[in-house]
């Protein structure tokens, strides 16, 4: 079984467009995360639900948008995409205290043309 | 706030050699530290963490890493690496503020060389 699962894999798709990454985790964790990997590698959060409660909301363009609809989910939405949020999308989950690790899902790789 | 400082962006080394991959922090609490690796393609997977008690900490795959809290390091090593070691390696702390956040170095990309 997978702990954390995203679907798609891979997402291609045109400027302007709104798309949706789904994330689920069956570790019975509270705490969930997304977090964007550019082109460099550098990995940069931008959002934390802690029992389906934000937690941390990164400088990040309110065309996109979380929702956890229950612990084990968290999706995003992203409006009018752009050329720019081509990146690799990665949801994470962990049991919520500084003491324990987060595992991360595959990544969903975002192609804007 | 903290930071994560990995100083290798790259770090190419014979096969069956020795690797050290750099990592400091900033921060003015205690903090929780962790390496991870990324194979192409693929999701970060967790090699090993320091909560607390022995500086030494021993990982997956051969690795181990030692904290050094008056150096602010926690440096990752292996002793003799293999081709299927070549990833991306990161570095990320927590701490005790705020929740449960991650903040993660800039990476280091290992590559073996046969």
């Known amino acids: 079984d997978t702990a954390v699962s995203q679907t798609p894999k891979y997402l291609v798709t045109q400027m302007g467009n709104d798309k949706s990454i789904k994330c689920e985790q069956n570790?019975?964790?509270?705490?969930m995360y997304w977090y964007k990997q550019d082109s460099k590698k550098f990995l940069k959060i931008m959002f934390s639900?802690?029992?389906?409660?934000?937690?941390i909301n990164e400088t990040v363009p309110n065309r996109f948008s979380p929702k956890s609809p229950d612990k084990a989910h968290l999706n995003l939405h992203i409006n009018s995409l752009e050329l720019g949020d081509s990146a690799v999308y990665f949801c994470a989950s962990s049991q919520g205290s500084p003491n324990t690790e987060a595992f991360f899902g595959q990544g969903t790789r975002l192609t804007v043309v | 706030a903290q930071s994560v400082t990995q100083l290798d962006s790259q770090v190419p080394v014979f096969e069956e050699a020795p690797v050290e991959l750099r990592c400091n922090y900033s921060?003015?609490?205690?903090?929780?530290l962790f390496w991870y690796v990324q194979y192409p393609n693929q999701g970060l997977q967790l090699l090993l963490k320091y909560l607390s008690g022995s500086t030494l900490v021993k990982g997956i795959n051969g690795f181990e890493a030692e904290f050094n809290k008056s150096q602010t390091s926690f440096h990752l090593r292996k002793p003799s690496v293999h081709i299927s070691d070549t990833a991306e390696y990161f570095c990320a702390v927590s701490d005790l503020r705020g929740g449960n956040q991650f903040y993660f170095g800039t990476g280091t990309s290992l590559t073996v060389i046969p």
């Open positions: 639900y802690n029992n389906k409660e934000l937690i």
């Open positions: 570790l019975g964790h509270d705490t």
């Open positions: 921060s003015s609490v205690s903090v929780y």
